[in-house]
Nanobody, 115 residues
Framework: QVQLVESGGGLVQPGGSLRLSCAARGFTSSIYRMSWYRQAPGKERELVAEITTGGGRADYADSVKGRFTSSRDNAKITVYLQMNSLKAEDTTVYYC????????WGQGTQVTVAS
Protein backbone atom coordinates (compact mmCIF):
# COMPACT_ATOMS: atom_id res chain seq x y z
CA GLN A 1 0.00 0.00 0.00
CA VAL A 2 1.11 3.55 -0.74
CA GLN A 3 0.12 6.72 1.07
CA LEU A 4 0.61 10.16 -0.43
CA VAL A 5 1.02 13.11 1.90
CA GLU A 6 0.62 16.55 0.38
CA SER A 7 1.61 19.88 1.82
CA GLY A 8 2.32 23.45 0.80
CA GLY A 9 -1.08 24.84 -0.13
CA GLY A 10 -2.38 28.12 1.19
CA LEU A 11 -3.41 31.66 0.37
CA VAL A 12 -1.29 33.78 -1.93
CA GLN A 13 -1.78 37.03 -3.81
CA PRO A 14 -2.01 37.10 -7.61
CA GLY A 15 1.47 36.95 -9.07
CA GLY A 16 2.79 35.14 -6.05
CA SER A 17 4.31 31.69 -5.67
CA LEU A 18 3.69 28.49 -3.77
CA ARG A 19 5.43 25.14 -3.71
CA LEU A 20 3.46 21.96 -3.18
CA SER A 21 5.05 18.75 -1.96
CA CYS A 22 3.84 15.18 -2.23
CA ALA A 23 5.68 12.53 -0.26
CA ALA A 24 5.02 8.84 -0.91
CA ARG A 25 5.11 6.41 1.99
CA GLY A 26 4.84 2.64 2.14
CA PHE A 27 5.46 0.30 -0.76
CA THR A 28 6.97 2.92 -3.03
CA SER A 29 9.37 0.85 -5.11
CA SER A 30 6.71 0.17 -7.72
CA ILE A 31 5.94 3.83 -8.38
CA TYR A 32 7.02 4.97 -11.83
CA ARG A 33 4.93 8.07 -12.42
CA MET A 34 3.65 10.86 -10.23
CA SER A 35 1.30 13.61 -11.25
CA TRP A 36 -0.45 16.72 -10.04
CA TYR A 37 -4.13 17.26 -10.74
CA ARG A 38 -6.54 19.96 -9.72
CA GLN A 39 -10.30 20.04 -9.53
CA ALA A 40 -12.52 23.05 -9.18
CA PRO A 41 -16.09 22.65 -7.88
CA GLY A 42 -18.37 21.38 -10.61
CA LYS A 43 -15.53 20.70 -13.00
CA GLU A 44 -13.62 17.61 -14.04
CA ARG A 45 -10.27 16.84 -12.52
CA GLU A 46 -7.54 18.37 -14.67
CA LEU A 47 -4.02 17.06 -15.16
CA VAL A 48 -1.60 19.85 -14.27
CA ALA A 49 1.82 18.20 -14.43
CA GLU A 50 3.20 14.70 -14.75
CA ILE A 51 6.72 13.50 -14.08
CA THR A 52 8.35 10.10 -14.41
CA THR A 53 10.50 8.88 -11.55
CA GLY A 54 13.02 7.46 -13.99
CA GLY A 55 13.95 10.03 -16.59
CA GLY A 56 12.47 12.93 -14.70
CA ARG A 57 10.83 14.48 -17.74
CA ALA A 58 7.78 16.55 -16.88
CA ASP A 59 4.77 17.42 -19.01
CA TYR A 60 2.41 20.27 -18.29
CA ALA A 61 -1.08 21.44 -19.07
CA ASP A 62 -1.12 24.36 -21.49
CA SER A 63 -2.73 26.52 -18.82
CA VAL A 64 0.33 26.29 -16.56
CA LYS A 65 3.24 26.00 -19.00
CA GLY A 66 5.92 28.54 -18.26
CA ARG A 67 4.53 29.16 -14.76
CA PHE A 68 4.60 25.77 -13.02
CA THR A 69 7.55 23.43 -12.66
CA SER A 70 7.45 19.88 -11.36
CA SER A 71 10.51 18.17 -9.94
CA ARG A 72 11.23 15.04 -7.97
CA ASP A 73 13.56 13.78 -5.30
CA ASN A 74 13.82 10.05 -5.88
CA ALA A 75 15.67 9.46 -2.63
CA LYS A 76 12.76 10.94 -0.68
CA ILE A 77 10.09 9.63 -3.08
CA THR A 78 8.75 13.14 -3.18
CA VAL A 79 7.54 15.33 -6.00
CA TYR A 80 7.18 19.06 -5.95
CA LEU A 81 5.11 21.55 -7.86
CA GLN A 82 6.60 25.02 -7.95
CA MET A 83 3.85 27.43 -8.91
CA ASN A 84 4.86 30.93 -9.97
CA SER A 85 2.88 33.85 -11.37
CA LEU A 86 -0.25 32.48 -9.78
CA LYS A 87 -3.60 33.64 -11.07
CA ALA A 88 -7.06 33.68 -9.52
CA GLU A 89 -8.08 30.89 -11.87
CA ASP A 90 -5.45 28.64 -10.29
CA THR A 91 -7.56 28.61 -7.15
CA THR A 92 -8.74 25.10 -6.40
CA VAL A 93 -7.77 21.87 -4.66
CA TYR A 94 -4.60 20.20 -5.93
CA TYR A 95 -4.15 16.44 -5.75
CA CYS A 96 -1.11 14.25 -6.06
CA UNK A 97 -1.40 10.94 -7.91
CA UNK A 98 1.06 8.07 -8.06
CA UNK A 99 0.99 5.11 -10.40
CA UNK A 100 2.67 1.84 -9.58
CA UNK A 101 1.00 -1.53 -9.16
CA UNK A 102 -2.11 0.51 -8.47
CA UNK A 103 -3.23 4.10 -8.60
CA UNK A 104 -2.96 6.22 -5.47
CA TRP A 105 -4.26 9.70 -4.62
CA GLY A 106 -3.35 12.21 -1.97
CA GLN A 107 -5.89 13.95 0.23
CA GLY A 108 -5.67 17.22 -1.65
CA THR A 109 -4.36 20.63 -0.66
CA GLN A 110 -6.20 23.91 -1.14
CA VAL A 111 -4.57 26.69 -3.13
CA THR A 112 -6.27 30.07 -3.01
CA VAL A 113 -5.07 33.00 -5.11
CA ALA A 114 -6.73 36.23 -4.01
CA SER A 115 -5.90 39.81 -3.15
Amino acid sequence: QVQLVESGGGLVQPGGSLRLSCAARGFTSSIYRMSWYRQAPGKERELVAEITTGGGRADYADSVKGRFTSSRDNAKITVYLQMNSLKAEDTTVYYCRAVGRNEYWGQGTQVTVAS
